[in-house]
């Protein structure tokens, strides 16, 4: 069953979505599904996920979208599972096998750490775990000199990526056990091989590579590690537990050439996705801070004056009307204090420190003026910001020198 006419015009303008991400599916895959079941072109995600890994993606649709980049800045969670014993080329499963030179020497060492797991414990308590300096991955979509890494890596180029710190907060092994599998990497030899899985929790900052992880850690032990499978569980106050939950179809068509495809499509059903939408207040205040804003504020805010308000980093302003209607109407920062000063002499107004909008959001309640296309204030010009209206949102972009 669809969801009626009327349950669409009681969707909000804006908000976040919470899916999960069956495995062998983009997270493209998934936003193009969303933007089906919510009836809007305007949705993104908040950090990608492998095709390999399944679990929680934040979707934002509506001005949302322009929140997407503090959710991505938050703390995430994943379960995974960390084959040692080989290492792959991809740093994952999917990649192209490369197993242990020794690999009697391995096994062996395989099973010290299984008879042993305070072995594994002290590496991880010593060396991956608090501030770590981490490798990405070489199959990753980190960019060098315009080109996104993996591309370069299957063209058979040499990929050279910087080292960048990253936080594991909490790094726990669930459980561990012995597997053989008849590698094909192994032709010489009938005898499977045998791994050690280590079934991990691990808590990590934004743009940590669990892959990597596996990988640093195989080499740390000596014996080679990849990643078999990973699940996202959360990310900040986000939890898969309140996911909607996503399946898969696949399709085969004959395309123009005459070449016969095969294609998997997501599908959501429109039913789950009103009453598991987030309320775009809700879904923010566990991202960023949020600050109450007076009724001039607001009006301040939305025609992207600076405000006499103390914040200390990214903030949401908040303004709650006379019948107690929430509403966001921007995201502020903190000003420099050279132009802080000169705002507050401009306006006649001593109070310090002062905040400036980066972004503006307008929605159906609060209108602006009709035909206008920027919003601008000659007796307090936001310094070093250009404020453009777009499709009902005005966003200020830093002007970069």
């Given at each position: 069953?669809?969801?009626?006419?009327?349950?669409?015009?009681?969707?909000?303008?804006?908000?976040?979505?919470?899916?999960?991400?069956?495995?062998?599916?983009?997270?493209?895959?998934?936003?193009?599904?969303?933007?089906?079941?919510?009836?809007?072109?305007?949705?993104?995600?908040?950090?990608?996920?492998?095709?390999?890994?399944?679990?929680?993606?934040?979707?934002?649709?509506?001005?949302?979208?322009?929140?997407?980049?503090?959710?991505?800045?938050?703390?995430?969670?994943?379960?995974?599972?960390?084959?040692?014993?080989?290492?792959?080329?991809?740093?994952?499963?999917?990649?192209?096998?490369?197993?242990?030179?020794?690999?009697?020497?391995?096994?062996?060492?395989?099973?010290?750490?299984?008879?042993?797991?305070?072995?594994?414990?002290?590496?991880?308590?010593?060396?991956?775990?608090?501030?770590?300096?981490?490798?990405?991955?070489?199959?990753?979509?980190?960019?060098?000199?315009?080109?996104?890494?993996?591309?370069?890596?299957?063209?058979?180029?040499?990929?050279?990526?910087?080292?960048?710190?990253?936080?594991?907060?909490?790094?726990?092994?669930?459980?561990?056990?012995?597997?053989?599998?008849?590698?094909?990497?192994?032709?010489?030899?009938?005898?499977?091989?045998?791994?050690?899985?280590?079934?991990?929790?691990?808590?990590?900052?934004?743009?940590?590579?669990?892959?990597?992880?596996?990988?640093?850690?195989?080499?740390?032990?000596?014996?080679?590690?990849?990643?078999?499978?990973?699940?996202?569980?959360?990310?900040?106050?986000?939890?898969?537990?309140?996911?909607?939950?996503?399946?898969?179809?696949?399709?085969?068509?004959?395309?123009?050439?005459?070449?016969?495809?095969?294609?998997?499509?997501?599908?959501?059903?429109?039913?789950?996705?009103?009453?598991?939408?987030?309320?775009?207040?809700?879904?923010?205040?566990?991202?960023?801070?949020?600050?109450?804003?007076?009724?001039?504020?607001?009006?301040?805010?939305?025609?992207?004056?600076?405000?006499?308000?103390?914040v200390s980093q990214p903030t949401a302003a908040l303004h709650v009307d006379a019948d107690g209607g929430r509403e966001l109407c921007a995201m502020v920062e903190p000003c420099e204090y050279e132009e802080a000063e000169e705002s507050a002499k401009t306006l006649g107004d001593s109070g310090f420190p002062m905040a400036q909008p980066t972004a503006v959001f307008h929605t159906e309640s609060r209108p602006r003026r009709p035909g206008a296309t920027t919003a601008t204030n000659s007796a307090s010009p936001v310094t070093n910001s250009a404020i453009t209206a777009v499709n009902g949102e005005t966003e200020s972009r830093r002007v970069r020198e």
């Amino acid at each position: 069953m669809n969801m009626t006419d009327n349950s669409q015009s009681r969707l909000p303008a804006a908000g976040f979505l919470l899916v999960d991400k069956p495995c062998g599916v983009t997270s493209h895959d998934v936003v193009a599904a969303c933007r089906g079941a919510l009836h809007t072109r305007r949705v993104g995600h908040a950090g990608t996920l492998d095709p390999m890994a399944s679990g929680l993606l934040v979707i934002g649709f509506g001005y949302a979208t322009r929140l997407l980049k503090y959710v991505v800045g938050t703390e995430k969670t994943y379960e995974a599972v960390i084959r040692l014993g080989a290492s792959t080329t991809t740093d994952d499963v999917e990649g192209e096998m490369t197993p242990p030179v020794q690999p009697e020497s391995v096994r062996e060492r395989l099973k010290g750490l299984k008879d042993h797991p305070e072995l594994v414990q002290d590496a991880i308590s010593r060396h991956f775990t608090g501030t770590v300096s981490q490798v990405p991955s070489t199959f990753s979509a980190i960019k060098v000199d315009g080109e996104r890494a993996y591309n370069l890596a299957r063209e058979g180029q040499t990929v050279e990526l910087a080292a960048r710190d990253i936080t594991i907060s909490d790094f726990s092994v669930l459980g561990s056990a012995f597997v053989k599998t008849a590698e094909q990497e192994e032709p010489a030899t009938d005898i499977a091989a045998e791994y050690l899985d280590l079934t991990v929790s691990i808590t990590c900052s934004a743009g940590t590579y669990i892959r990597a992880i596996a990988r640093d850690m195989g080499a740390f032990l000596g014996v080679g590690g990849y990643l078999t499978f990973l699940r996202r569980t959360r990310i900040g106050d986000f939890s898969v537990t309140h996911a909607v939950g996503a399946t898969t179809r696949e399709r085969t068509f004959t395309d123009k050439q005459g070449t016969v495809q095969t294609r998997t499509k997501v599908q959501i059903s429109p039913d789950e996705v009103l009453p598991a939408v987030i309320d775009v207040v809700d879904g923010v205040r566990g991202v960023v801070p949020l600050v109450e804003v007076t009724d001039e504020q607001a009006r301040d805010l939305r025609f992207g004056r600076r405000i006499a308000v103390s914040v200390s980093q990214p903030t949401a302003a908040l303004h709650v009307d006379a019948d107690g209607g929430r509403e966001l109407c921007a995201m502020v920062e903190p000003c420099e204090y050279e132009e802080a000063e000169e705002s507050a002499k401009t306006l006649g107004d001593s109070g310090f420190p002062m905040a400036q909008p980066t972004a503006v959001f307008h929605t159906e309640s609060r209108p602006r003026r009709p035909g206008a296309t920027t919003a601008t204030n000659s007796a307090s010009p936001v310094t070093n910001s250009a404020i453009t209206a777009v499709n009902g949102e005005t966003e200020s972009r830093r002007v970069r020198e």
